[in-house]
């Protein structure tokens, strides 16, 4: 008894000397809990806003202003710097090569992709090793991805059309022809992405349930029957994750272009100038920032269409079915 | 005799549906998956390998050669003696500063990756474990910001820069790339399943404050995470071009910038150039087969695109 009674009187003493420091610890704990998420968050809102968001939105300010590299801003001229580069060519060019390199690299890459991921989910020895083997690519940069495509497609010595010589065809323009440029790029976009898109595809067959295989195969169902009414029904929200995600990158491809030749202004008649490499022409060789940031705009105004434009067609794909 | 004859047949005939039904039931595991797959997945996997090998193996073998080896008409499939000479012509070119791109990419691939998971993590355990108001709407708002192509903000990004006169530095690629939108889910993603509330309360009732609590406990139970997300921002920022060539000066080039200069040279010398490609893909090879497994469980677990 007495020993409780000491063991119980003793903090309360002591609390009661030291009541102020506790009420005064409790409020910073409470303040810290209730303070404290916004400061951890903070970092990443206050310089996305700054870096990333503020430029963007920015853009349509020098959009619609005379601008220069050298004198700063200039007048405002309203929509004049959007007409000047939808009234010329260059800017419909420069988006019909973004179109068709970017349908011509993404079509072939998801369908090849779906192929690859269906061999990886088979019950293969050494799984990671063969993972990885499809993965190589991507740790290859799309700078030297290009420069060692380009050399590879050389109109003259390349090694593509010497081995095409050697089957008896005669060599392509790799980089004369419009259509051969685009597929030449096409080709090194596929060449770095096709493994990674193939392992997104992977993860997902892996979560589809093995019982609906099984019913299949009892239904008759052959492997390829399974394969188009099972696994790729089971894979349209990864596949539309897929078509989104390479649709913002790829109506924004530079890299692959720029450096496809010595000179980087997409070809001598503009072949593969895609709408990126319009926008540098103008903003750093031209000078020009308020067309340069007109063309930002553009392009930015068509990724959310095109982004939209393909929730709605898979919506209504998904309603059909 | 008859009747231990008899016995013995329906013995041995007892197990025979089994061996009967089982190239049936063999074949229906096959089709989902279950069996061995035969040669032909191997032999598709590795043509599918070779080919990705081989654009590296061509590359060296112009890197190995000199400039003649590019105008052969006949193919030439075997590697000259010539990548060393290469590599250090590379290396002296004084019209791109090698040595200068390799430091700085190391440098702004570093603290990129650094800072990015430093502040994801930290956003993704205040998204992940504590209760804020307005949280659902912010961090539906950075998923949001994950499909905006800040990348065409580039005209005022550089006006900034240059105004703030970081424009040619490595600080004017560094600071756009010190956050990410995608680091943030990811981490939150990872620390809302990985990290117990248990041992957050544990680590208050103890008297931690909350930013002990972070670093104590949520950074350790991160770190799975936050290697692979540090190991894919690695990656991203390394072979980065559009705006590292836009804003940085010929003489302070990260890696891709040094290539693509090296290849704009007036008189070019692929030999050269191929050298240059090998040198620069070689840290991330090394990488690769030191934590390309983790890259391939990091993709599957849902990394996008960067």
Known sequence: MTMTDTGLSAPIVQKQRSVRRVAFSQKLSRWDLKLSPYLYISPFFVLFAITGLFPLLYTAWVSVHEWNLIGGQGDFVGVDNFAFVLSNPPFWIALRNTFSIFLISAVPQIAFALLIAAVLDRNLRAKTFWRMGVLLPYVVAPVAVTLIFSNMFGDQYGLINNLLGDLGIAPIGWHSDVLASHVAIATMVNFRWTGYTALILLAAMQAVPRDYYEAAMIDGAGIVRQFFSITIPQLRPTLIFVIVTSTIGGLQIFDEPRLYDQVGQGGANSQWMTITIYLYNLGWGQLNFGRAAAVAWLLFLIIILVGLLNVAITRTIAKAS | ?306
Not at chain 2, 26 to 44: D, H, I, S, T
Not at chain 2, 57 to 81: E, H, K, M
Not at chain 2, 109 to 131: D, E, I, P
Request: charged fraction near 10%; glycine fraction near 8%; charge should be positive.
């Open chain 2, 1 to 306: 005799m008859t009747g231990s004859g008899l016995l013995e047949r329906r013995t041995t005939k007892r197990p025979e549906p089994h061996p009967v039904r089982s190239p049936a039931r063999r074949r229906r595991r096959g089709l989902v998956n279950g069996q061995r797959p035969g040669w032909k997945a191997y032999g598709f996997l590795t043509a599918i390998m070779l080919g990705s090998m081989f654009p590296l193996y061509w590359s060296f073998l112009i890197g190995s050669g000199d400039a003649s080896t590019i105008t052969r008409q006949d193919i030439v499939w075997w590697p000259g003696g010539n990548f060393i000479d290469n590599a250090l012509a590379v290396l002296a070119d004084d019209s791109v500063n090698f040595w200068r791109a390799i430091g700085n990419s190391i440098l702004v691939s570093s603290v990129v990756s650094a800072s990015v998971v430093l502040f994801s993590t930290l956003a993704g355990f205040a998204f992940a474990k504590l209760r804020f108001r307005g949280r659902n709407g912010l961090l539906i708002f950075v998923i949001a910001t994950m499909a905006v192509p800040t990348q065409l903000g580039v005209v005022p990004l550089f006006i900034a820069m240059s105004q703030l006169q970081l424009a040619g530095s490595v600080w004017a690629v560094i600071l756009p790339a010190i956050v990410s939108a995608f680091g943030v889910f990811w981490m939150t993603q990872y620390l809302s399943q990985a990290l117990p509330y248990e041992l957050i309360e544990a680590a208050r009732v103890d008297g931690a404050s909350l930013i002990r609590t972070f670093w104590s406990v949520a950074m350790p139970a991160a770190r799975p995470a936050a290697a692979m997300l540090a190991l894919f921002i690695f990656i991203a920022t390394w072979t980065n071009f559009f705006w590292p060539f836009i804003v940085l000066d010929r003489q302070n080039p990260t890696l891709p910038v040094a290539l693509s200069l090296l290849q704009s040279n007036y008189f070019v010398d692929y030999s050269v150039v191929m050298a240059g490609v090998i040198l620069s893909t070689v840290p991330l090879l090394i990488l690769f087969v030191v934590a390309g497994r983790h890259l391939v469980s990091g993709i599957m677990q849902g990394a996008i695109k960067g």
